[in-house]
């Protein structure tokens, strides 16, 4: 669904949207401003007065935009300004660099309690996979499920905000790297770089030269772990609440379950 006129016009949009590439689908681009439903007006909101308020060494994130109404979300859209820059398979050292400030940046924000309300598609993995809920999963995941989750041990890591899907950052030969789409979860800062890695294996076909990067992370293999049965509990999620015919995905996830399942027999963290 396109952002209505009225919505563009309260932001200052001019031009027709055109989609984005990537994500949900659903973001659009209107001249130079992006814009956004909202599913949740809390989390929105949160967003936004963290994006708006953090430094930036390191990284780039969007601003968000005030409408003429004064307010950040309109009929149920929010607005940001776009940020130029390419998408970049690989760069894995920059990568990691660029998440590591943006982590640094949001180490000292607290909990945010509206987490514990969550119920999408994408909190329920990561509470599944973090052992916070029961795990329910269709029979079409079931093996890989059951396969991942037998190499799982207790972790103890500190929890912060991190940036959930690490992949979203964009390349500039001007300026610092944009990570957009920003998608908060409250795990360990090093849970960031295990998604990266999985999505990685799984979508972009890396080689296992990718462990090298982080080959000093600590706790990799448990984490990687995690990473891969939050990403399939996705799938289950998505096909359960949305109805989207998306479980044929676990084809694609079966060499990187194998690959780090294998990991962690021989070093198990």
Same mark, same amino acid.
């Given at each position: 669904?396109?952002?209505p ?10 031009? !027709?949207?055109k $989609? ?16 956004? &439903?909202v ?14 308020? %953090? ?6 994130? &969007?601003?968000f ?8 979300? %309109?009929?149920?859209w ?17 990568? $990691?660099?660029?998440?590591e400030a943006?982590?640094?940046?949001? !180490?000292? %924000? ?7 309300a ?15 809920m ?5 029979? $079409? ?5 059951? !396969?991942?989750?037998?190499h799982? !041990? ?6 912060q905000?991190?940036?959930?899907d ?10 610092? &790297? ?16 295990? %998604?990266?890695i999985v ?12 462990f ?10 448990q984490?990687?772990?995690r ?25 694609t996830?079966? &060499?990187?379950?194998?690959?780090i ?8 963290f």
């Amino acid at each position: 669904m396109l952002p209505p006129e009225n919505v563009r016009a309260s932001f200052g949009a001019r031009g !027709k949207p055109k $989609r984005l590439a990537g994500g949900q689908g659903t973001t659009y681009l209107a001249g130079k401003i992006v814009f956004k &439903p909202v599913e949740d007006e809390t989390e929105a909101r949160w967003i936004i007065d963290i994006l708006n308020r %953090v430094e930036q060494r390191g990284f780039r994130t &969007p601003k968000f935009l005030v409408s003429t109404n004064g307010t950040f979300l %309109v009929d149920g859209w929010m607005a940001y300004e776009f940020l130029p820059g390419t998408y970049v398979k690989g760069s894995w050292k920059e990568k $990691r660099e660029a998440l590591e400030a943006f982590h640094r940046s949001l !180490k000292t %924000v607290p909990y945010p309690l509206f987490f514990e309300a969550r119920k999408n598609p994408f909190a329920r993995a990561d509470r599944m996979a973090w052992g916070e809920m029961a795990i329910e999963c269709h029979n $079409r995941l079931q093996p890989a499920v059951e !396969k991942i989750t037998t190499h799982i !041990k207790p972790l103890q890591l500190p929890n912060q905000i991190i940036q959930g899907d690490p992949g979203n950052i964009l390349f500039s030969e001007d300026d610092t &790297p944009a990570i957009i789409d920003f998608s908060p979860y409250w795990r360990p800062a090093e849970f960031s770089f295990a %998604v990266l890695i999985v999505d990685a294996l799984v979508w972009e076909r890396a080689t296992q030269s990718i462990f090298e990067e982080f080959s000093d992370v600590r706790h990799i293999n448990q984490l990687l772990l995690r990473a891969e049965l939050r990403r399939i509990l996705e799938l289950d999620g998505l096909h359960r609440m949305y109805g989207r015919d998306c479980l044929g995905e676990i084809d694609t996830h079966i &060499p990187t379950v194998e690959l780090i399942c294998s990991m962690a027999v021989t070093a198990p963290f």
